[in-house]
């Protein structure tokens, strides 16, 4: 299957999970700084939630560019991804009104985590596929880059778990320039 159609499925989901995660931020009470205040946690979730969605796109369509054709397994791992994805505008309110909970964050950090766990599936799945794609085989030679974003988030659970709640969410924010850095490092090698 060629993969235009399935890239602006992916993006359609996406705009769509950002749309209603900004829907979801409740508006100030009232005109002043001090209501603004009380609805900060709900703008500093809704900006990793955003980030979350524009790491997962970003890395995709990194990934779409060199991909030449996919597989069922792909699509549905995607499909899963997709599905974990948007569940996020739900998860971002429950960990803004929850923001003390450990099981708030866990649900949140779970859903980051399982769609890491995913990219490596949907790589290796692509790379199963497209064997011939030279480009695509030394991108995805290694997943260093999703297995660190795995090891921080397992960090910020046990943390979270032990001391301090909000570090799953904390360790989610961290993980995404990680991803990024350590994917530059990897690509530049």
Known sequence: MKTERFEALIDAILAIIITVIVLEIPMASNGTWTAL???????????????????????????????????????????????????????????????????????YGLDFLATAILSVLIGEAIKEHDKMNIALQIALESHKPLYCTIIIMIIGFIIGYFVYPPAVTIFCLISIPALWITTKHTLTK
């Open 37 to 107: 205040w009380q609805i900060h946690l709900d703008f500093e979730i809704y900006a990793l939630s955003f980030l979350v969605v524009f790491n997962f796109w970003n890395y995709n369509n990194n990934l779409f560019s060199i991909i030449n054709r996919i597989n069922n397994k792909a699509i549905w791992l995607m499909g899963l991804a997709l599905f974990l994805m948007s569940l996020l505008p739900y998860l971002t309110i429950f960990v803004a009104e929850n923001f003390s909970s450990f099981t708030a964050h866990a649900c």
